[in-house]
């Protein structure tokens, strides 16, 4: 048996924080007639933070053998708290107002206590869920930038100590030194952009609002001086809930407010300006879907800009205008997963309208190839709707168009007059541009979903043979008739007239490359509604 005395402990240990005769450190914090000193001990101050562990490492001795630590950029009345913290354990925030609760975590965090930071974020997240979304545009920046100087910190020390260990002369040794800094801080930013977890719940909490609110940040009055690393995540992000020409209108504003000295009249700019304004948008302009935006946009919006994108894309875009069925040389990305789900969404609202918690816990088993089924509690993954018919439309070539370029991907569809729920798992990518072919996979499957008098689920993978045709990407030519096609049409959506609900042409052949049908006739049919997921990782 243990017998546990932390309240005691806790208040010696915060006895120990007014008793000044062995103190061994000042920390001097906020500035001019604010600026206060408070004494503490650098083997509490070590043990409690690796913040202060590097900081005294760093710090010289003064003649009575004291180190220094100077924060001009911390109160003095947030410090006491934190210090409070580090002796005792305790932090009362009762009273005390959101703004100072917020500061509060953004030094606690500074200082590396992960727990207190996290802690308080969780507190701001359940009970000031208000006062952050009223502030978001500001916090968002102060977020953003002090994960961006850490990084930058972190890269400059890496750098010096690089630099430490060459034995080169000056010359060299500078030269090298400038390119490992370059190169370090460019790997810094990426691992920024796709981290951006220094407080996991709070970035978690403006990510969900950026991405479903988008013009929280983009109608914000300091857009325009958002880091390019926090422009940069919100643009990878295919879940963003907006229109592809606005946030190209967003990014060209960003980028020309980088450069005030650029003419005010687009008619005045000259080769250089729109060199200066490609240079700047660099890193933004390849992560711009620009083979979803509409014709007419493409022709207002895109055309002024022309010679920041580059005469391959530029002929691709006319290229795809004049001759959609031919692939192009550019890169197309796939068009971003509009969902348009509201904020703070409830957890029990079902994202699917034709499959329920119980058939995703069986597809998530048979994607892990388990024996069992997944509990409820445990499936290991969700649903991330990428197209719905009834929503997005039952042409076969929007097919095509939205699910480009996603991995991982389910395939639901409700058949017109029965029960039935058909679908299938494909693992690889969804690829429009290719030529008509068979694709191969060993971990595709096809299935039936028990639902309403259908008793029994069925399922049916790929058989494994020296021809695995799993899949048909049928290629840009029959992408107006043929969408998504397991196998020899073991389970296909096609339609002669452009929808999928209108002619009897969907159909379940009889296997070919799979270990059974999943339909006990192999009679044509036309669907209700279909579905396509992503399947994400919880």
Not at 441 to 453: H, R, W
Not at 490 to 509: P, R
Request: contains cysteine.
């Amino acid at each position: 048996m243990s017998f546990i005395f932390f309240d005691k402990l806790s208040q010696d240990f915060s006895e120990l924080l007014n008793d000044e005769k062995e103190y061994n450190v000042v920390i001097e914090v906020d500035k001019e007639e604010n600026m206060k000193s408070f004494t503490s001990h650098s083997v509490v101050l070590r043990y409690r933070s690796t913040y202060f562990t590097k900081e005294l490492e760093n710090i010289a001795t003064n003649e009575n053998h004291v180190k220094t630590i100077i924060k001009p950029n911390i109160s003095a009345q947030i410090f006491e708290i934190i210090l409070k913290y580090i002796y005792g354990g305790v932090v009362n925030i009762e009273n005390i107002e959101t703004k100072f609760i917020y500061e509060l975590m953004i030094v606690a965090n500074e200082l590396e206590f992960e727990e207190l930071s996290e802690k308080l974020g969780s507190y701001l997240i359940e009970t000031k869920a208000s006062w952050l979304r009223t502030h978001f545009s500001r916090i968002y920046h102060s977020v953003f930038d002090m994960n961006l100087i850490n990084s930058t910190e972190s890269a400059q020390k890496e750098v010096a100590e690089n630099s430490n260990k060459r034995q080169l002369d000056l010359d060299e040794s500078y030269s090298d030194c400038l390119h490992d800094t370059i190169k370090f801080q460019s790997k810094k930013i990426k691992t920024t952009t796709n981290n951006f977890n220094e407080l996991k719940g709070l970035n978690r909490f403006y990510n969900d609002i950026i991405t479903k609110h988008p013009n929280l940040i983009f109608e914000s009055e300091d857009f325009t001086s958002l880091q390019e690393a926090a422009l940069i995540s919100i643009l990878e992000n295919d879940d963003l809930q907006l229109e592809e020409i606005k946030i190209w209108d967003y990014v060209v504003k960003w980028g020309i407010a980088q450069n005030p000295t650029l003419p005010k009249n687009l008619e005045e700019w000259s080769k250089e300006n729109f060199k200066t304004l490609k240079t700047t948008l660099q890193q933004c302009l390849q992560l711009i879907r620009y083979f979803h935006i509409s014709e007419k946009d493409i022709w207002e919006k895109l055309k002024p800009y022309r010679k920041i994108l580059g005469k391959q894309l530029w002929d691709d875009l006319n290229q795809r205008l004049i001759f959609p069925n031919q692939p192009v040389k550019s890169v197309v990305l796939p068009a971003r997963i509009n969902s348009n789900l509201e904020l703070f969404q409830s957890i029990n609202e079902p994202i699917s309208t034709i499959i329920n918690e119980e058939h995703v816990s069986e597809i998530s088993s048979w994607i892990d190839r388990k024996s069992t089924i997944y509990t409820l509690a445990n499936v290991p993954y969700k649903l991330q709707l990428i197209l719905r018919g009834s929503k997005d439309g039952f042409q076969p070539k929007t097919f095509w168009n939205m699910c480009n370029g996603h991995a991982g991907t389910i395939v639901i569809a409700k058949v017109a007059g029965t029960d039935e729920i058909l679908g299938g798992y494909n693992p690889l990518a969804w690829n429009n541009s290719i030529n008509e072919d068979f694709v191969e996979t060993n971990d595709s499957f096809i299935f039936s979903l028990k639902n309403g008098n259908i008793q029994n689920s069925i399922l049916s993978r790929i058989e494994i043979e020296e021809y695995n045709c799993a899949l048909f990407y049928c290629g840009p030519d029959k992408q107006k008739t043929c969408g998504p096609c397991f196998g020899n049409c073991e389970f296909s959506l096609e339609s002669n007239v452009s929808d999928f609900t209108q002619d009897k042409l969907c159909e379940c052949y009889h296997p070919s490359f799979y270990e059974k049908a999943i339909r006990s006739t192999h009679e044509k049919f036309s669907i209700v509604d279909y579905e396509v997921f992503k399947i994400v990782k919880k």
